[in-house]
Structure formats: structure tokens, C-alpha cells
């Protein structure tokens, strides 16, 4: 026995001696039913084209509305994301054990005698209104991971959290690698770009970072000009995690090529660069009957995101809109002017929950499907369905109508998120849906397939990604997976 080693279980059970509440999901994890997954995995698994690429990927949850066209489903993939994933204990263990395995990975290979890894949350966005995580455990499985595997390489670690380095910075400078855990608003404040590209904090150079939002906000704040090629970055596709328009580019790029039946063609969009155009583009697409949603970059929880239904709208209610999309993301992000390039794009009237009498009939929701590495193949785990936490009014759609985030939706109900989910891996949600496995088998390859796609171009193409020309090769890795 570990005499320093704590399961989950018992972590969550002291959570309110230890300080805030944590949110537990196990019902979500023991409601998934593992024949089903097995089954769905044994058709919808995929090699990754060549095991350099290992490297580049450890975990995306794949956002997915549904639509209904004479009676058949239609999936339309709306969000890529990343490692920043809230929900990682919704899977199996066996699912979760593959995920911190390549976490585990990145600090063994990780080159140097100590080097510094920050694995960042959201939460504490509003400074007059604070949000404290309710998965941050999530992010300390993250931290054991990477502990574990610079255990591998014969580097002890130190793990930490950026509130303590505030407090006593001096007991950073130990000499041994470090695991930095910590909100994204904080690390951004205490983050220093040196002269050569490099980051450091602290004085000490950061050598990789965890959440592929937060990469993206830390490239933002010091105007692209961050060295990548010693900054790790896991996801290495965060570009893709952390902006719409770079993932809708992709997902049309992809297209459809094994002639899927259920799912949606291309994805209409426009990305914009400025206030003007996107007032402009936003009144172009009303006035042409298109009901509109705009979507900044690198935010999370809904934030900045406004919808556009009404072709009567005048200019000037559009622009009140977008001006306050801009100073959420101006206040939240330290996004100066506002989080751009935003992305417009279409507006879906999506499906609604249809059981009377059910706690959640007509409600919206959307499905979330896991996408992670296991080894050399990806897998995909059909996570969740997120609900809406209002009934869904045609007539008067309401935004809390329309958000399908859990954590905005339990947040502003003041109770426990998984009051708006249901374990997608699971029969009795199935059917609650109108869904057929056929439809999860069909979802599930066609979310690995561009998972793939997207690994295969960044490794083809690493300038579209803003990324040094050439991912280096990591020899060890390479010779694992033979």
C-alpha cells in the first residue's frame, strides 16, 4: 500500500472540509453502459496515421447539436475543444487511465533536468463575482499524471499551484521539475514573455502547458510572439480546440467521405477581425432571412456568445448586443477590444427532449462525444447529452433556453450540474432521445475520422496552426508504440 496515495472517492468526500464544494460524477460514470461502448469502439476505433503523432494529442470533447429533417437525426459538430475538458470523470476509468497516460507521456519526454508544466482551469473569471471549479479535481488527476511520469524518467517533481508560487515564489527554484496547477486568469497575470520567446514565471522558463484554451489566451496576450518550439503544447491542434472558425474550416475541409447518412453537410460561417465587421456581416445575414450566432475566440461558458433571430432587429439593438459580446470577453479574457476573430454562423433549431411528464421535456440539448488517444488509436466515448436548464419557448427563446453549458446552467440555477446531463453511453437516455445505437455508431467514426484529419494536417501543414514548421519527432515514443 501507497501510504500517500488517495482514491477520488475519498479526495471528493473531504472536499468540504478541505474548501469548496466538488462536484461528483460518478452517477454520470456508473450510468455508462460498458457493452455498449465496447461495441461502439470495436467499429469506430482509428490508427493514428504514424506514431509520431503520439505526441501531438491526448483528449478533445467533440460539442454536437442535433437537428431533425423529415424525421431523420442530422449531427452538426459545433466545437472541437481540448485538454481544458471539464467532465473527464463522465468516462470509465478504463477511458480515464488512457487520457492520464498521455499525460504521463508528455512529462517523460519532456527534454531537460527540470522542466515546468502549468495545467490550467477556467473559473475565477468575474473579479466582483469569483467562480470557483467545481471539477478541479479533474486538473489534479492531470497533475498525479505528469508527476508520475517525470517519476518515470528518474526526475522527482514538485507539484504546486500558482496561488501558492504567489505567496512564496522562492520555493520554486528547487531545482526539480514542477507541476503547476492554477485558474487561466491567474496565470496569465504572472506570466512574463522574455526577449528570446520564451515564458517564464517567475523567472523560471515554462516549458508546456495543459488546456488548449489557455495556450490560445497566452499566445493572444503576448501578440503571437511566444516560441513554440519550446513551448509543448497538449493538444498540439489547440488553434483548432479554441476557435470556431478554425474548427468549422477543418470540419468542411474534412467533409463527409465515408458517405455518412446522418450526418450534417458544410457548416456556413464567416470569420471577422473587427467590431465593423461584425456588425456589418451579423445585419448582412439578418436581412437576408439567416438567423445568426456569433462566437468569440478562446472563451469558454458561453461567454461573448449572442444570438441574432429576429430579421427585424435594428441596427442598433444588433450593435448593443455585440458591444456587450465584446466587453465579456474584454473583462473576462483581457481580451483588449474584444476576443477576435469571432465566428458567425448559421443558427440551428436544434432538437428538444420530447417525453410529457419528464423533468426535462422540451428542453434543447446537444451531445458531447470524447474523442481521446489510447496508445496509438483513437477512441471515441459517447459522453453526455447537456440540456438546457429552461424549457425551450419558440415563440420567446431565451438564452438559458439556448446554452447548452452545464456549468453556466448550474451556476445560474445555483445547483449541481449534473441536473443538465445524461449518460449518452446508455440505452434508457437513447431512447429518452430518439436516438438509435446506429446513430452513436455512425457519430462516434465519424468524430474519430476528423480527429485524424485534423492530427494529419497539423503535422502536414504546422504553419495553418501558427506552429514552428516542423513537429520534432520524439524517438521514444515512437519506439512504444512498435
Known amino acids: 500500500m501507497n501510504p500517500f496515495s488517495l482514491s477520488l472517492d475519498v479526495v471528493l468526500a473531504a472536499a468540504p472540509l478541505l474548501g469548496p464544494h ?25 490508427k493514428l496515421r504514424h506514431p509520431s503523432q503520439r505526441q501531438l494529442f491526448a483528449v478533445a470533447p467533440l460539442d454536437i447539436l442535433v437537428t431533425e429533417e423529415q424525421g431523420q437525426k442530422r449531427f452538426h459538430i459545433i466545437e472541437l475543444n481540448g485538454t481544458g475538458i471539464g467532465g473527464l470523470t463522465n468516462l470509465t476509468g478504463e477511458a480515464i487511465a488512457a487520457v492520464l497516460e498521455n499525460l504521463a507521456e508528455l512529462a517523460e519526454e519532456l527534454p531537460g533536468r527540470a522542466p515546468v508544466v502549468l495545467v490550467a482551469s477556467s473559473g475565477m473569471e468575474r473579479d466582483d ?54 485558474y487561466i486568469k491567474d496565470f496569465l497575470q504572472s506570466l512574463r514573455l522574455e526577449p528570446d520567446g520564451r515564458l517564464s514565471l517567475f523567472g523560471r522558463p515554462v516549458d508546456a502547458g495543459v488546456n488548449d484554451r489557455f495556450c490560445l489566451n497566452v499566445l493572444s496576450q503576448f501578440g503571437h510572439r511566444v516560441d513554440l518550439n519550446r513551448f509543448v503544447v497538449l493538444n498540439r491542434c489547440f488553434l483548432a480546440g479554441a476557435d ?179 449518460p449518452l453511453c446508455n440505452r434508457d437516455t437513447l431512447r429518452l432521445l430518439d436516438l438509435k445505437i446506429e446513430h452513436l455508431r455512425e457519430l462516434c467514426g465519424y468524430c474519430t475520422g476528423l480527429v485524424a484529419h485534423v492530427l494529419d494536417r497539423v503535422q502536414d501543414r504546422p504553419d495553418w496552426f501558427g506552429l514552428p514548421g516542423a513537429v520534432p519527432v520524439v524517438p521514444r515514443l515512437i519506439a512504444r508504440a512498435a
Open 244 to 422: 470556431k472558425g478554425v474548427a468549422y474550416r477543418l470540419i468542411n475541409e474534412h467533409g463527409n467521405p465515408r458517405n455518412h447518412r446522418y450526418i450534417a453537410g458544410q457548416t456556413n460561417f464567416a470569420r471577422v477581425h473587427s467590431r465593423g465587421e461584425l456588425l456589418e456581416t451579423v445585419l448582412v445575414w439578418l436581412r437576408a432571412g439567416r438567423k445568426a450566432v456569433i462566437k468569440p475566440q478562446g472563451t469558454g461558458l458561453g461567454h461573448g456568445i449572442e444570438f441574432f433571430l429576429d430579421p427585424h432587429e435594428s441596427r442598433e439593438a444588433v450593435a448593443r448586443k455585440i458591444d456587450d459580446s465584446l466587453r465579456c470577453t474584454e473583462q473576462f479574457y483581457r481580451a483588449r477590444g474584444g476576443a477576435f476573430p469571432y465566428t458567425v454562423c448559421e443558427f440551428l433549431d436544434t432538437c428538444t427532449v420530447r417525453q410529457p411528464g419528464h423533468r426535462l421535456d422540451g428542453h434543447k440539448y446537444e451531445l458531447r462525444v470524447v474523442v481521446y488517444r489510447d496508445g496509438d488509436r483513437l477512441q471515441a466515448f459517447p459522453s453526455i447529452a447537456k440540456v438546457s436548464s429552461e424549457v425551450h419557448d419558440p415563440a420567446r427563446p431565451s438564452r438559458m433556453a439556448l446554452i447548452n453549458n452545464v456549468t453556466t446552467s448550474a451556476e445560474t440555477k445555483k445547483t449541481a450540474g449534473t441536473e443538465f446531463m445524461l
Open 129 to 182: 463575482a469569483p467562480r470557483l471549479n467545481r471539477l478541479i479535481h479533474e486538473k489534479v488527476l492531470y497533475a498525479e499524471a505528469l508527476k508520475q511520469g517525470f517519476e518515470r524518467s528518474g526526475r522527482p517533481a514538485t507539484v504546486t499551484t500558482i496561488t501558492q508560487l504567489l505567496k512564496t515564489p522562492e520555493r520554486f527554484h528547487d531545482g526539480k521539475p514542477a507541476v503547476v496547477l492554477g
Open 22 to 46: 466538488l462536484e461528483d460524477r460518478s452517477p454520470i460514470r456508473e450510468a455508462q453502459d460498458r457493452t455498449l461502448l465496447r461495441i461502439l469502439q470495436a467499429g469506430t476505433s482509428r
